[in-house]
């Protein structure tokens, strides 16, 4: 076990504790005795000094050709491939994420440097032929200022390089405020930015909780973009803050995602993926298949094999190596998983395995539970409409494809789909009828990719979407110029050439 680390604030290029001195703990979710660290428990006053600190910084980042800013951005990325096994390792003892999908979620910040330090030297505008003579019309890519950026523990480091690495090359200083479970790998990317040469003031570090350090930076007048991904509850009251001073808002919220499995599906496949999908990351991801529809010709099939598949899986300490699932990320997780099973049991729904916390040995140290299957539900059911976040999944027989789309369909949230079938014809149609903002054929609803747009419909987000170019639209903001070089007066719309 590595001593305890005693980190501080990344403010104004100075690491500095939270002008309270208080500090609160991290510890690891699979060993509790483990302390991690202590992380500063930032406050209003914290957050004052990092948005002054970005808006100082602003005047001569904005100006900073992007190509230059780009370069910071690929030795950044470089310096995370170098430290990636140390950081990995941090990020699963802190998270619980199995070490193979630790290592992911730091390769996911090293593509997104590398991607959005390419952007440096794309950021296309466009240019057009004006109506009028001896006139020219081009679009720039304006940044927008400083951006709060508030980001949840399940993606520890992925997450924040979502947000941070475009806000960076569009030209934006920012203050990330990183969930109070995973502080220590957001200080792993600050670190890395910082070793990289940011200026100072161009990265900000706030540690703490949400009402206390989140919340001042959504309220600050200064913050020009806010971006948050975590639950829709908050996301909610992030809006309607931001909605009084027209700020840039992009909320990447929840998902009630689902695999839709044909009769005609390669079942082994299909198994696979939905085992993969419900509890990948213990079921902790945005895009979690937390729904199976079965088409009721392989429905017995398929769940029998499932049900196998999700007692089979190793779950244990995510830094051994042949563990498959880790622990919950805290107590309030394991509490709400909880409730819903009993939620589950109430509503009718069959308990086909799981169900229950994991004790005895060294579970007893952590948050634990075993996958969990519920049988024969109906698409009503609230343990088949609520984000549980867990691992969890609600297996739901259909009739045919245009039952399992309207199934698929019928929740609230819009994230992440996915049908396996071997009918081409199948795929297409639910490819244009499922309203998610990803979909995949013959493919799990995990495993989204950097440089295609990242985001859901309806109360998954609010029309924005992360990673690509796309990310781009939420960091900066149009410019349309016109040039009138004709050297007279031209009316548009009105002066005939
Ligand atoms: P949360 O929404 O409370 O936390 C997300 C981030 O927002 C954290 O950095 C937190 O400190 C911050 N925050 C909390 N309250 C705030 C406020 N009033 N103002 C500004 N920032 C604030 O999520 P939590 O409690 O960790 O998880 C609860 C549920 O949220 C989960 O069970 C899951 O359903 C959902 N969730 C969804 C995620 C996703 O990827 N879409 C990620 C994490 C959680
Ligand atoms: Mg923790």
Redesign the pocket.
């Known amino acids: 076990m590595a001593p305890p680390k005693i980190s501080k604030n990344f403010i104004n290029g100075e690491w500095v504790e939270a002008v309270s001195g208080e500090a609160f703990e991290n510890i690891n979710p699979a060993q509790h005795q483990d302390l991690i660290g202590l992380f500063p428990r930032s406050s209003g006053e914290d957050v004052e000094r990092a948005v002054t600190a970005a808006r100082d910084a602003y005047r001569a980042w904005r100006l900073t050709p992007a190509p230059r800013r780009g370069e910071i951005l690929y030795r950044a990325g470089r310096m995370l491939i170098e430290r990636k096994e140390m950081i990995a390792r941090d990020m699963a003892r802190e998270m619980g994420k199995a070490l193979e999908e630790a290592r992911a979620d730091v390769q996911e910040a090293i593509d997104m440097a590398f991607y959005m330090a390419g952007e440096g030297r794309r950021q296309f505008g466009q240019t057009t032929p004006s109506e009028l003579p001896d006139k020219f019309c081009m679009t720039v890519r304006s940044p927008v200022g400083v951006c709060g950026l ?6 520890p480091m992925a ?1 924040p390089a979502w947000k941070l690495m475009p806000a960076l090359i569009c030209g934006n200083t920012v203050v990330l ?5 995973t502080p220590l790998s957001a200080y792993n990317l600050v670190k890395v930015l910082e070793d990289a040469g940011i200026p100072r003031g161009v990265v900000n570090y706030v540690a ?4 206390e ?3 001042p ?2 309220k600050h007048p200064l913050t020009r973009v806010i971006s ?8 909610r ?2 809006a309607q ?1 931001c909605a009084g001073s027209f700020k840039h808002l992009c909320l ?4 009630k995602n689902v695999i839709l499995v044909m009769e005609d599906a390669d079942l082994e496949l299909a198994v696979e993926g939905a085992v993969w999908g419900a509890f990948g990351t213990t079921g ?4 979690a298949a937390s729904r199976l529809v079965i088409h009721k010709a392989v429905y017995r099939q398929f769940s029998e094999i499932f049900v196998e598949r999700a007692k089979a899986l190793r779950i244990g300490d995510p830094l051994d190596p042949r563990v498959q699932m880790g622990p919950l ?2 107590q ?2 394991l509490e ?1 998983v909880d409730r819903y099973i009993a939620i589950g049991k109430n509503e009718g729904a069959k308990l086909l395995c799981g169900g229950h916390r994991l004790t005895g040995g060294a579970y007893d140290q952590g948050w634990f539970y075993a996958p969990t299957v519920f049988g024969d539900c109906s698409p009503q059911m609230r343990i088949a409409q609520e ?4 691992p969890v999944v609600a297996l739901i027989p259909a009739t045919d494809l245009d039952q399992a789309i309207e199934i698929g369909n019928n929740v609230v949230y819009g ?1 992440s789909s996915s049908i396996y079938t071997a009918d081409v014809n199948k795929a297409f149609r639910a490819m244009r009828e499922m309203e998610t903002g990803i979909f995949y054929v013959n493919a799990s609803t995990i495993g989204a990719e950097i440089h295609l747009p990242f985001g859901g419909m309806k109360q ?1 987000g609010n029309g924005h979407r992360e990673a690509a170019v796309a990310a781009l639209d939420v960091y900066s903001e149009w410019k349309t110029i016109y040039v009138d070089y004709s050297g007279k007066l031209q009316r548009a719309q009105i002066d005939q050439a």
């Open positions: 508030i980001t949840p523990w399940n993606f997450i405020k990183p969930a109070e479970d703490g909780f949400g009402p350090a989140g919340a930076l959504v948050f991904t975590g639950s829709s509850e908050v996301g009251e992030v803050v990447e919220m929840g998902g902790q991801r945005c895009t990320i805290n309030t997780q709400t984000e549980i976040f867990g994230l998954t």
